[in-house]
């Protein structure tokens, strides 16, 4: 059987004293669609922060793509094929729409294909093409989610790893940023979600991971899931 596409084993993750990730097993195979649930403080965002190199991991592997990302800095990830929308957003405050799309890009050398994608992009979230020129610092909460996942494609990625996209956000704008992941999803690329909003995740996802104190609790397919007691007592407000 080949090996998957994200493959973590027995990870822990501390600051300091406290041990935020507990002996974590996930799996990623290539071009699934894999959600993380759980209540606040469960340890989902610090698995992603170890994933893409943000915190060290204080034991076991991650594995991408058959090879091993012990040892390899943050910065080098996206070159692998790793792209991660954080919780906050994380535009580039001072530069302009454009110019944070570009930055996505600037590991590729395909000129005519970026500009295409940007593009792309812009068709997508109108929203962002009426503001091309403007600092994304000066957007709407929405608007930089928006650009934050733009940007995070423009990179081509292998994974796309999104953290708490519609946290914060008006219905409308979640609407329209589901939209936008449903139809990548749609056209082959691998996700690792992680959202609050637990049955919008189920709902977007082929298979999940709850997660909880630390620890994977539960774990089989979204749709399975979403009809768990359980799941639905703690995280679905039934």
């Known amino acids: 059987m080949a090996e998957p596409l994200l493959h973590i084993t027995g990870l822990d993750v501390h600051y300091g004293a406290i041990q935020a990730v507990k002996s974590l097993e996930l799996n990623v195979a290539d071009g699934e669609h894999v959600t993380l649930i759980g209540s606040n403080g469960a340890g989902k965002t610090s698995t992603l922060k170890a ?33 991660m929308v954080p919780e906050g957003r994380g535009v580039f405050a001072r530069m302009s729409v454009l110019e944070n799309l570009q930055a996505g890009a600037y590991l590729r050398r395909d000129s005519t294909a970026v500009s295409n994608e940007i593009e792309q992009i812009l068709d997508w979230f109108p929203h962002l093409r009426r503001r091309l020129q403007q600092p994304a610092g000066l957007m709407s909460g929405g608007e930089q989610q928006m650009l934050a996942l733009g940007r995070a494609l423009m990179s081509r990625p292998r994974l796309l790893v999104l953290d708490e996209p519609s946290m914060g956000l008006a219905p409308v704008m979640v609407e329209k940023i589901f939209q936008v992941i449903r139809e990548v999803c749609r056209r082959g690329m691998t996700l690792l979600l992680v959202e609050q909003n637990a049955r919008l995740a189920l709902q977007v996802t082929e298979r999940a991971y709850v997660m909880d104190s630390g620890r994977i609790a539960l774990s089989g397919p979204s749709s399975t899931l979403i009809n768990d007691p359980q799941v639905r007592m703690a995280y679905l407000g039934e």
């Open 51 to 83: 994933l893409t190199g943000l915190i060290p991991a204080s034991a076991g592997d991650i594995r991408f793509n058959g090879r091993s990302l012990r040892g390899i800095p943050a910065h080098e990830r996206p070159a692998l094929g790793l792209a």
